[in-house]
């Protein structure tokens, strides 16, 4: 884990409230795991006081060697408003990276993902982490969903590692008008993958817990929180533990990865 001023290389907008971010980093993030985070300060002054925590989206590489990070984030309060102003140039202070990643067990070959809107954010670090494996995807599949055609991103990078992809949205402008968890669901009725990695929003988590468990499956999930300090002092980021009641885990430091069996959402 390293504080550093990360240098802006672009902050691209990719929709109504979507942005893609490069950032040169001195930091060597060639060790970091899909499922990790960083914690951002988003603005130069004290409001807002706390950092914002981001999802590694992907690995900047230049000549064999590791230069910085990308995140992709959406606009929800003032603090990613901020954040969406900044300029290419312009440094932010970084924190990372932090918490717990995603684990590839031996001998998994068919892999789903299921993401919800900006839950997409780890998965091409996984897909690419996936592919560094010599793992072949071309019999995974990953399942998007938004709320609309808007909210479903990353769709090229995954059919090019030969991904199959599925679309739900809850208008219907894009693919099948559903829940995500429901055409996840359909499909391992009669194509069960080795494992399931999921992010998204905790109603959407909460659905693939139950659903990975009434049908025996493994899967790990990795929770969307808000946290004041992204290292486990403020003990503000508590799930509880579904194998010991009354016990809680953290998602900045037990997490945001988690396996599924062990939550109670």
Known sequence: MTQEKAQILWNKQLGPTYFNMGLSCGTDYSLAIPGQFVMVRTVDGMDPI????FSIHKIIEKNAGTTGLELLYRV??????????????????????????FSVPANVRKIFIVAGGIGVAPMPFLVSYLKAKQLDLTTSKVFLGGR???DLLC??????????????????????QCMVTDAFENEITFNRPDIIYACGPIEMLACICGIVEKHGL??????????????????????????RPGYYLHVCKGGPVFDASLLRI
Not at 76 to 101: F, H, M, N
Not at 218 to 243: D, F, H, T, W, Y
């Open 218 to 243: 493994m899967c790990q999930v990795s929770i969307e929180s808000q946290m004041a300090c992204g290292i486990g002092a403020c003990l503000g980021c508590a799930v509880e533990n579904r194998k």
């Open 148 to 150: 609309s055609k808007n």
């Open 50 to 53: 706390l950092r914002r925590p």
């Open 76 to 101: 929800v309060g003032a603090g990613t408003q901020e954040l969406s102003k900044r300029q290419p140039g312009d440094v932010v202070d970084i924190l990372g990276p932090l918490g717990r990643g």
């Open 155 to 176: 769709q090229a990078e995954f059919r090019a590692s030969g991904m199959t992809v599925h679309t739900t949205t809850d208008d219907g402008s894009s693919g099948d």
